[in-house]
T-cell receptor, first 112, second 114 residues
Framework: QQQVKQSPQSLIVQKGGISIINCAYE??????FPWYQQFPGKGPALLIA?????SEKKEGRFTISFNKSAKQFSLHIMDSQPGDSATYFC???????????FGKGTTLSVSS | DAGVIQSPRHEVTEMGQEVTLRCKPI?????LFWYRQTMMRGLELLIY????????DSGMPEDRFSAKMPNASFSTLKIQPSEPRDSAVYFC????????????FGAGTRLSVL
């Protein structure tokens, strides 16, 4: 119940295309869903996050879509750029708990 | 602020040796997390401190691993004795209490045990 399942494991997108990464969770007690971005040789960094009381959050080219009934959420990267090439982790958090539960990660490569 | 600072950035050691990884969290943050990252297992939470007290160490793989936080600005993760299967990137992260979903990660320590 504490797992967050992320897909795909890897993704190759043409420059200018849309990158979509999906995640699913089981525990309905989760109340905060962040996405982290990690470049090679660096630690993960918070990219964008959403709470379950909204269905979508957009920040620039990055959008989170959230489906509470299906217990699924996804990251959309519009107009993908080579600089977006990184590993993306979805995560889930319960304010009453202690652990941020990470998905396994998606390695995105944007080809120019 | 300089962010979360980890040292060393790279560590190469021989099997059986003691390894100590260090972390300085962001000033004012009172929650600290140690993670291990491998290709096979992804990001694994090893241990979590709040106000310098270990809260959850269920992710520590075995007794060879230990972690301490003697004060609010310093934590160590020790492996004794080290084994080749401990080779991984170890990350430290910090957050404000109650905002554990927003964690700030250090650059990590890449450990290679030969």
């Amino acid at each position: 119940q504490q797992q967050v399942k992320q897909s795909p494991q890897s993704l190759i997108v043409q420059k200018g295309g849309i990158s979509i990464i999906n995640c699913a969770y089981e525990n309905t007690a989760f109340d905060y869903f962040p996405w982290y971005q990690q470049f090679p040789g660096k630690g993960p960094a918070l990219l964008i996050a959403i709470r379950p009381d909204v269905s979508e959050k957009k920040e620039g080219r990055f959008t989170i879509s959230f489906n509470k009934s299906a217990k699924q959420f996804s990251l959309h990267i519009m107009d993908s750029q080579p600089g977006d090439s990184a590993t993306y982790f979805c995560a889930a958090f319960n304010q009453a708990g202690t652990a941020l539960i990470f998905g396994k990660g998606t390695t995105l490569s944007v080809s120019s | 602020d300089a962010g979360v600072i980890q040292s060393p950035r790279h560590e190469v050691t021989e099997m059986g040796q003691e390894v100590t990884l260090r972390c300085k969290p962001i000033s004012g943050h009172n929650s600290l997390f140690w993670y291990r990252q491998t290709m096979m297992r992804g990001l694994e939470l090893l241990i979590y401190f709040n106000n310098n007290v270990p809260i959850d160490d269920s992710g520590m793989p075995e007794d060879r691993f230990s972690a301490k936080m003697p004060n609010a600005s310093f934590s160590t993760l020790k492996i004794q004795p080290s084994e080749p299967r401990d080779s991984a990137v170890y990350f430290c992260a910090s957050s404000l209490t109650g905002e554990g979903g927003i964690q700030y990660f250090g650059a990590g320590t890449r450990l290679s045990v030969l």
